[in-house]
């Protein structure tokens, strides 16, 4: 079933028709979501349920000395001298150099974050057990925090971790000798960027509601969870208790984005509480503790020199690198999850002679850093494609002739790049160009000789990524982290009326596997995809998987149905054989039957079910007792992962009175391989970039120097909405990766990536004849009048 | 965050409800709930009694008299911005109330219950003060009236009196010739402002004023902008931002200063 060769179709995304792979089919999962009958975490409601509410510090980095219980429901407050038998969450790397930080579900003598829960209290609602929380009193003796990760790492800097004698998670280098191009460099170019802090903001936030079951031994946690088995694992470890005694199950999910792949001290603290009072209790995160205290994510700075000849042809990098990790390492991608990835994926799609890069994962008394659509990429394409634009201007060229010369040629594919990575297909330079076609930047470079009519200024911008997706042992092994994908399993079933049952260990939550994993069923049985349910999330349904991150579900779950199906449509096969008296060979499955291939005898799959399972007496003696139920497990032979790319081209209209920018058009041309289902990349696509305008234009989480969080509600943490987000077109591009079963390559994070790289280029196009450029994120309007009025505009 | 226990009054006369908002009980007005709300949940508040006047008809009432109309104060945003008011303003109350936050804060939020909450971005506490509004206020001790460019003394804070009610606003009615302009700087629709420029230019009435808005406090009000609204004097509207309280230089100078130049741009 491995697609080989590299065929890019010029009418890539459009709709092949049928039920199969490559229809755009609608979304079977769609029928309760947009009728508001999703079943999230918060509509669970069990009789005898309290409500928990945490008792949160509200200072940066101090030492606990006294915590007071209020005397007359002491008994429904509980501290971490309550919760002894409790391990903190440790998520170590196996990096050299890697310092472990201890997280306690409730603070350990340390409080290192403004939201690090002290104390949790219960009552029969979460109003009342706010009042017992403001009735706990802790006295705290502060300590200077640690804010911004420059002053973190200088000498004399307060210490996070008392015991570590820096703030360093981890530091890496990557070496080399620079000397060559430095002197041949007739280019060169130093910028020193910066990505703010983020906060991913799913429309629901974290939640879980935990209990016991007494028949079973068993704790069953609902949690709005990605991972739903690696959060068993994490759990167990925590309250020291068996993986079988406990069932997590992750129902309907309202967006995860990488803050719903992290286990919570929160999710622990439940655990417990259920475990010990034998009620269910419940904890629904608010925006408040989400904003303040729980998702934080991308704060990147780099110290970036590109070096190039005198047109432009880049010779080399070299970076310093830092992020921003907060004050604890989670589990399970661990405090260095963005700053280790730098090393290897700054280098981007291009060619070049020689590559430094040093990075330093830092400890600062903040949330801790966690993974965002895009993971590192998005900071990293920001940094290199500032610098590309940069080299451009030297050069005195267009940006996207640049990027041409020093693009990876089609011709090169498969190519391993100058970080060791496999780009497993594709035609970069196309991509480009299509890019520049698309948005028709000769147009634009017309408008802009004439002054617009109110006064604004014109710019055009682009970047281009490839992301590596669906990456796997080889790649995780090596970092070390306290999770290693390997084969992803998927179990199928035909049950007794023939409708096929599909078990994956991941989880949807919007990227609509309900409907391609039974287009991928389609494919290979030929069975409708109405009669295909897929079960997912929960611990005790499906088989074990590390669950939906880095853009992996449609190549590792997709590979695993396709395997599956394929097992069972072997067995139909089988069965059917003996009842019609054929050969197997001559048996073929369509439409959801299986056809004596060249006659019209026939049997649907339902009635093959219906015989194995109720009418056994027709079976002979001799047929193959394995049944129409398997688990199969997958994993590409190459498991490096698929490189799908893009490019994101837009036109903008700077304001200089105001320092607002309106995105007057934008383009996405981009190679996800063979679309699974077009319609759908199209939802990612989209998602992805109205997410990377955000981090471009909008998202920041500022902290005052006390380590305050000042973005406490979505009045001040603006997202990107109807008006801010601009139809977007989309051209795709289905090169197929050599990798996978259909071709199929991960493009979830993709469109997140890019938005801040090209909206910036776009911003210091408009304003190069000011002497303005813009090196951090969010491009804000006080940020932008503030570089004009430095450049005494 | 979920607020903490309190009483609760749907009073129907104006009587039982200033009775209940002079009592001995920490008392709060609870109109269209939308600054309460959530200032109820994250506890910034904690009163003993919300007395929610959403009972008193009166309140929603509105009358013409003549050279001024009166609008009750639980008149939503909505109900101006779909003209189901009578309009004293030849469509300018309109065009501000379609701006507010979003329809489904709009269809909820009353034009007293926003000057009560008096939030510097807010657009009413601009735009009444731009029009030499006045509110009519009830207390236990009768009837006041309250010019509405000095009602708003600071963040979150007014002239009103414990006990007292916001009732109605009085709203002078524009000339035929009347012309208004307005503009409100926000970096998304419907978020809080970072700047408010609004003028008026009615020759027949003599009234030329200018209001800086989205200000740390109250709105700054020019009695007397024939200078300001002279197109293209960048020198006055920079004194007088500069005089509302923002240096020149920074981010709000700057913003502030735009917003009055659009706003006369704007004159219509």
Redesign the interface.
Known sequence: MTTAGVTATAEGGKDIGGNGVGARLRRKEDARFLRGRGEYVANIAMVGMVDVAFVRSPVAHARIRAIQKPTDLGQHVFTISDLTDVKPIVADSGLRGFKSSSQYVLAHTKVRQVGEMVAMCYADSRSEAEDLAEKVSVEYDELAPVVDMLSALESGAPLVHDHWGDNVFLETRVDDDLRAIRERAAITVRRRIRTARQSMAPLEGRGVVAFYDRRLDQLTVYSAAQMPHINRAGLAGCLGIDQGRIRVIAPDVGGGFGYKGILLPEEVCVSWLALKLGRPVRWIEDRFEQLTAGANCREHYYDITGYADVDGKLLGLDCEAMVDSGAYSSYPFSACLEAAQVSSILPGPYRMERYACHTWSVATNKAPILPYRGVARTGVCFALELVLDAIAREAEKEPYEVRLANLVPSEAMPFVNITNKYFDSGDYPQCLRRAVSALDIPKWRERQRHAEPDGRRIGVGLAIFCEQAAHGTSVYFGWGIPMVPGHEQCAARLSPDGILELRIGAHSHGQGLETTLAQVANETLGIDPAQVRLIHGDTALTPYSTGTWGSRCMVMSGGAVARACAEIGKRVRHIAGKLLEVAVEDLVLEEGEVRVAGTDRRMTLAEVAHVWYRAPQLLPIDVDPAGLETTMGYKPLKDTGTFSYACHACAVAVDTELGTVELLDYVVVEDGGRLINPMIVDGQIFGGAAQGIGTALYEEMPFDAQGQPLASTLADYLLPGATEVPAIQIDHMETPSPLSSFGQKGIGEGGAIAPPAAIANAINDALKDLGVEMLESPITPRRLLAALAAAGK | ?????FDYERPTTLESALELLGGNRDARVLAGGQSLG?LLN??MTQPDLLVDISGLSELAETRDEGDAVVLGARVTHSAIEDGRVPDPSRGFLARIARGIAYRAVRNRGTLGGSLAHADPAADWVTVMALLDASLIVRGASGERRLPAASFVTGPLTTRLRTGELIVGLRIPKLSSQARTGYFK?N???G??A?AIGAVIDDPQRGVRRAVIGATEGAPFVIPDAAELLRSGSEAPISRAVTSAGFHA?T?EH??HC?AI?RAVARLQ
Do not use: L, S
């Open positions: 965050m979920k607020a903490p226990r959530p994250f506890r700087f970096r998304k629709p978020e809080f970072d230089g981010y700057r913003v735009a130049k």
